[in-house]
């Protein structure tokens, strides 16, 4: 079974770079506590770049071989390989 | 045709959807491929190969009666088997999550430059843009509803937005960029669109009035950079910034291609959740990747989730437009639908007003009927703003995993 069924995360798009950013939902009842969340992470190797402390996420980036370590944090709920997004508009007149 | 006076005629049958006499079978998550052929085998008795054991793609064409293809990595089956294997396998509750009839589906390519037009169901349906309004405003009722979005918060999450723009001229306008490198101000022409649908003046300069919660207030975050691409960090930047300064109604019209089979992401189901629980309403488009009534493709990253409004298109006979997406993938599916085709807003300075088609267009419309309905109930915020637009519909013949509840319908 692939990775996205195992482990929660998306691998598509991943396989050929060592690094990958990150997009990291804290668990509702570690929200409080979301700075210690944030530095257990950062010991297992994220590189933390942001905190949004009001939807409870931790923005980053990490090895891959660190994904692993990550999802199993205290408090970490969902770890997701982060996704390219476009316009959903195909047709413009002006 | 009259203000205030939205024709209420529903569009004839929607076309039946081409279905290849196979069935679709998704197993659940957590379900391994050696759990799921012995369920294939056993319980319904079929004769089934591996997708991995094929040398190049597995033809699902060659299947004989009684045969079937199990798709590794999607956690899915196709299989050509009677009607009692189908309700065997729909049985198998825990193990199975849904078995369906196989449609023409394309998972994941965004189309561009054409655009299959919709015959129209009937000449009488036909709503058309007339000198004082949108055929979208006329088909929502926001012309003759008495409220304006005032005191609401909308925020609007794409390629930022022309301040400047004259039908914006005394409104409240926060903006804000989380594209690295670049300013709020929008050189792309779709953040302004999306704003102008969603608040966009009673009385533009130059043009009918396109906009519905023309009294909201606009805050505008840049998610997205000029070539109209953006990533999860920039836009859940946006959503967590739209959710600090308390925006009831939180439009996105962008997304990302999923398969047939994926599962919601996680991490944006948790968002959209605890968005809800603050107050603000996330909405996104189902995507423009279908070509009805052949091929649907499956509701789009992150509208898949179930706790934000997933949106799709009706052209001006109310019709399901041909590319929106659909309901394919459990907890996937349209909430709601809203005007798509042809639909004219502003644009940036100089140009300042244009015409585009999209499940992008149909989500600020959404959103800006969210506004009226938030400023005419100030209790109902988060899931209970989301379950009254769900309710103030008007039901269309399109089947609801497509259409959802309905076409948006303003308080009146």
């Not at chain 1, 950062?42 to 692993?68: M, N």
Request: with cysteine; glycine share 10%.
């Amino acid at each position: 079974m692939m990775g996205r069924f195992a482990f929660g995360w998306d691998r598509r798009g991943i396989d050929a770079a060592s690094r990958a950013n990150v997009a990291i939902a804290v668990a509702e009842d570690a929200r409080g506590r979301i700075y210690e969340v944030a530095a257990v992470c950062k010991a297992v190797g994220l590189e933390h770049t942001s905190t949004l402390t009001d939807i409870g996420v931790l923005l980053g980036s990490v090895e891959l071989d660190d994904l692993l370590s990550l999802r199993a944090v205290p408090g970490v709920v969902a770890v997701e390989v982060e996704r390219e997004f476009r316009l959903k508009q195909f047709l413009w007149s002006r | 045709m009259p203000f205030g006076t939205p024709t209420r005629h529903l569009p004839g049958a929607f076309p039946t959807r081409r279905a290849t006499g196979l069935h679709l079978v998704l197993f659940g998550a957590g379900l391994d491929s050696a759990a799921s052929l012995t369920i294939l085998r056993n319980i319904a008795g079929l004769r089934v190969a591996v997708s991995s054991d094929f040398q190049g793609p597995a033809a699902p064409d060659c299947l004989a009666p009684g045969e079937g293809i199990l798709f590794e990595r999607l956690g899915a089956a196709l299989l050509l088997g009677d009607p009692d294997q189908a309700r065997a396998l729909a049985q198998a509750r825990g193990s199975v999550l849904r078995v369906v009839p196989e449609r023409c589906v394309r998972p994941n390519t965004l189309m561009t430059n054409t655009v299959p037009q919709a015959e129209p169901a009937s000449q009488e349906a036909l709503l058309t843009d007339t000198a004082f309004a949108t055929w979208g405003l006329q088909a929502t009722g926001a012309l003759s509803s008495p409220y304006s979005g005032r005191g609401v918060r909308v925020a609007i999450l794409d390629t930022g937005v022309d301040r400047g723009h004259p039908d914006f001229a005394g409104r409240n306008i926060v903006a804000q960029s989380f594209v690295a490198g670049l300013s709020a101000e929008d050189a792309n022409g779709h953040g302004t669109f999306c704003a102008g649908v969603a608040c966009g003046s009673r009385a533009p300069r130059d043009a009918p009035r396109y906009g519905i919660a023309h009294g909201a207030d606009l805050f505008c975050a840049r998610v997205l950079d000029d070539t109209a691409t953006g990533t999860d960090g920039n836009v859940l930047a946006g959503i967590d910034w739209a959710v600090r300064h308390e925006c009831a109604v939180v439009s996105m019209s962008l997304g990302s291609p999923v398969f047939v089979g994926d599962s919601y992401p996680e991490v944006y189901e948790q968002v959209a959740a605890r968005a809800l629980a603050a107050g603000s309403l996330l909405i996104a488009p189902a995507g423009n990747s279908s070509s009805r009534p052949d091929e649907i493709a499956p509701v789009d990253h992150p509208a898949n989730c179930p706790s934000v409004v997933a949106v799709g298109a009706v052209d001006r006979s109310l019709t399901l437009a041909p590319f929106s997406n659909g309901g394919l993938n459990p907890g996937a599916e349209v909430d709601v639908v809203a005007p798509g085709i042809a639909i004219s807003s502003a644009a940036p300075r100089p140009s300042l007003y244009q015409t585009a088609t999209g499940t992008s267009m149909a989500v600020p419309c959404v959103a800006g009927v969210a506004a009226l309905l938030a400023e005419a109930n100030p209790r109902a915020r988060g899931a209970a703003l989301k379950a009254l637009l769900l309710k103030t519909v008007l039901a269309l013949s399109a089947p609801a995993c497509d259409a959802g509840a309905g076409l948006v319908q303003a308080p009146q």
